[in-house]
């Protein structure tokens, strides 16, 4: 039989056979390449080009070696799925080369969902087998010195472009492994790009800028997904490079475009043990490092007792995110968090401290629509008995309603009130034009609602 009559053969075998057939064939090539090329693929010394260039070759030898039949459309298909695979981050991969897709979720070798324009939806891309998601999952661990195994089921690492990832594998994940990636732009979002989205206002953002540039210590709160770390990096880019500024994360997401910069990243204990280093020991640390700001990617624990004292002891200027609901939920975590830190402190002390420490709090929200919106911008004014007292200057106008397509139509308009941090921030030479903070109607009725 001639291998073009083996072609016709296999063109007739049913669908499901033949994507078995290919399946097993792109596992068998894949297994080739690894076996023959071995440490080379983890060989620092290898330049990207030529270790393309010979993975490319292998299975160019490997898949001459074979006897199933394909078509060209076929080999091609082949040999990029066995290339990605290899050298890129298999099935996946594709999705981290679309602009378009802020988050990859995996939800198992058999179910691969992507957010695409705050929308989620069901892709037909899939891993060959439980092996396969594993051997992607320890590649990009192992890319940032973690590991993840029984004895460590989860971790959060980063991807050489900044895009945030997290794993959870047996015994917790249930049906996994899970991986779940959350994509950043490679160029960074600048505050046009933000006030393009509708995620601010013009003149919310020149009122950002000059707290920024007056060193007030602001908090970004906001739920999962609405743009935290995007606002952060717009917000930081505020800072003049002048400044010396110290980043503190979990994991590199930050992309600050000042050149004097030092980045920090906490890291888990190892296979002993030992080793670890927590936020709290890098905001504690970074104290002693002259830092003009402390950037911290987000306070989740003890370390929010020692960020608070960094911004009442002369840190001016400093910036975080945190997980909340609303602005006074914002404050209300700060204070459990600092509880955290173990030391018995009445509460009326710790809401002094915060009180003391934040001046400003930018809240970010999710709209039905998938759209990322910062719906308050509040004054950390002080205390009033054990009460900390916030103060909204802007708020978003949510009466507004929606469009025929389901789109927000409301923005952030001005309550009519002037901060009272106005007057320290023209002793810095930051005017705040009167304008800004003319009151704007709010819509008393839904208009457009479906």
């Given at each position: 039989m001639?291998?073009?009559?083996k072609?016709?053969?296999?063109?007739?075998?049913?669908?499901?056979?033949?994507?078995?057939?290919?399946?097993?064939?792109?596992?068998?090539?894949?297994?080739?390449?690894?076996?023959?090329?071995?440490?080379?693929?983890?060989?620092?010394?290898?330049?990207?080009?030529?270790?393309?260039?010979?993975?490319?070759?292998?299975?160019?030898?490997?898949?001459?070696?074979?006897?199933?039949?394909?078509?060209?459309?076929?080999?091609?298909?082949?040999?990029?799925?066995?290339?990605?695979?290899?050298?890129?981050?298999?099935?996946?991969?594709?999705?981290?080369?679309?602009?378009?897709?802020?988050?990859?979720m995996?939800?198992?070798?058999?179910?691969?969902?992507?957010?695409?324009?705050?929308?989620?939806?069901?892709?037909?891309?899939?891993?060959?087998?439980?092996?396969?998601?594993?051997?992607?999952?320890?590649?990009?661990?192992?890319?940032?010195?973690?590991?993840?195994?029984?004895?460590?089921?989860?971790?959060?690492?980063?991807l050489?472009?900044?895009?945030?990832?997290?794993?959870v594998?047996?015994?917790?994940?249930?049906?996994?492994?899970?991986?779940?990636?959350?994509?950043?732009?490679?160029?960074?979002?600048?505050?046009d790009?933000?006030?393009?989205?509708?995620?601010?206002?013009?003149?919310?953002?020149?009122?950002?800028?000059a707290?920024?540039?007056?060193?007030l210590?602001?908090?970004?709160?906001?739920?999962?997904?609405?743009?935290?770390?995007?606002?952060?990096?717009?917000?930081?880019?505020?800072?003049?490079?002048?400044?010396?500024?110290v980043?503190?994360?979990?994991?590199?997401?930050?992309?600050?475009?000042?050149?004097?910069?030092?980045?920090?990243?906490?890291?888990?204990?190892?296979?002993?043990?030992?080793?670890?280093?927590?936020?709290?020991?890098?905001?504690?640390?970074?104290?002693?490092?002259?830092?003009?700001?402390?950037?911290?990617?987000?306070?989740?624990?003890?370390?929010?007792?020692?960020?608070?004292?960094?911004?009442?002891?002369?840190?001016?200027?400093?910036?975080?995110?945190?997980?909340?609901?609303?602005?006074?939920?914002?404050?209300?975590?700060?204070?459990?968090?600092?509880?955290?830190?173990?030391?018995?402190?009445?509460?009326?002390?710790?809401?002094e401290?915060?009180?003391?420490?934040?001046?400003v709090?930018?809240?970010?929200?999710?709209?039905?629509?998938?759209?990322?919106?910062?719906?308050?911008?509040?004054?950390?004014?002080?205390?009033?008995?054990?009460?900390?007292?916030?103060?909204?200057?802007?708020?978003?106008?949510?009466?507004?309603?929606?469009?025929?397509?389901?789109?927000?139509?409301?923005?952030?308009?001005?309550?009519?009130?002037?901060?009272?941090?106005?007057?320290?921030?023209?002793?810095?030479?930051?005017?705040?034009?009167?304008?800004?903070?003319?009151?704007?109607?709010?819509?008393?009725?839904?208009?457009?609602?479906?």
């Open positions: 001639t291998q073009h009559t072609w016709q053969e296999f063109q007739r075998t049913p669908t499901s056979a033949r994507d078995g057939a290919l399946e097993e064939l792109r596992l068998r090539l894949h297994q080739q390449v690894i076996t023959e090329l071995g440490p080379l693929l983890y060989d620092q010394r290898t330049s990207g080009p030529d270790l393309e260039r010979q993975v490319r070759e292998a299975l160019h030898t490997a898949l001459a070696g074979e006897k199933v039949p394909l078509s060209a459309l076929e080999k091609a298909q082949m040999a990029q799925d066995v290339t990605d695979d290899v050298l890129g981050y298999g099935p996946i991969d594709r999705f981290l080369k679309d602009p378009d897709i802020n988050e990859i995996v939800n198992g070798p058999d179910r691969v969902y992507v957010e695409r324009r705050g929308v989620i939806e069901l892709t037909d891309v899939t891993f060959g087998d439980e092996a396969h998601l594993r051997r992607i999952i320890d590649k990009i661990v192992s890319e940032v010195g973690r590991r993840v195994d029984e004895a460590t089921p989860m971790v959060d690492a980063r050489p472009d900044g895009s945030r990832v997290n794993v594998v047996p015994p917790l994940a249930i049906g996994g492994p899970f991986l779940t990636i959350r994509r950043f732009s490679v160029d960074p979002y600048t505050v790009d933000l006030v393009n989205f509708g995620t601010l206002t013009p003149g919310v953002a020149r009122f950002v800028e707290c920024v540039q007056g060193k210590n602001m908090m970004i709160s906001g739920g999962t997904g609405t743009g935290k770390t995007t606002l952060l990096n717009v917000v930081s880019s505020f800072i003049p490079e002048s400044e010396r500024i980043t503190i994360e979990d994991a590199k997401e930050l992309q600050l475009c000042q050149e004097h910069v030092l980045a920090l990243e906490s890291r888990p204990s190892n296979i002993e043990g030992r080793g670890q280093v927590t936020i709290r020991d890098l905001v504690r640390n970074a104290l002693r490092m002259r830092p003009d700001r402390i950037v911290v990617g987000e306070v989740r624990g003890a370390e929010t007792l020692d960020m608070l004292q960094a911004m009442n002891t002369g840190h001016e200027g400093s910036i975080t995110t945190v997980h909340a609901n609303t602005p006074r939920d914002a404050l209300a975590r700060l204070e459990t968090m600092t509880l955290m830190a173990g030391l018995d402190l009445p509460l009326r002390a710790i809401r401290q915060v009180a003391s420490a934040l001046d709090v930018v809240h970010l929200v999710r709209m039905r629509d998938g759209s990322r919106r910062v719906s308050q911008v509040s004054e950390v004014v002080g205390m009033e008995g054990d009460v900390i007292v916030l103060q909204d200057i802007f708020l978003f106008d949510y009466g507004m309603g929606v469009d025929a397509e389901g789109q927000t139509l409301g923005h952030l308009k001005s309550t009519g009130i002037r901060p009272k941090f106005s007057e320290r921030l023209e002793d810095h030479g930051i005017g705040l034009e009167a304008e800004l903070f003319r009151q704007q109607a709010f819509a008393r009725k839904v208009v457009g609602l479906r």
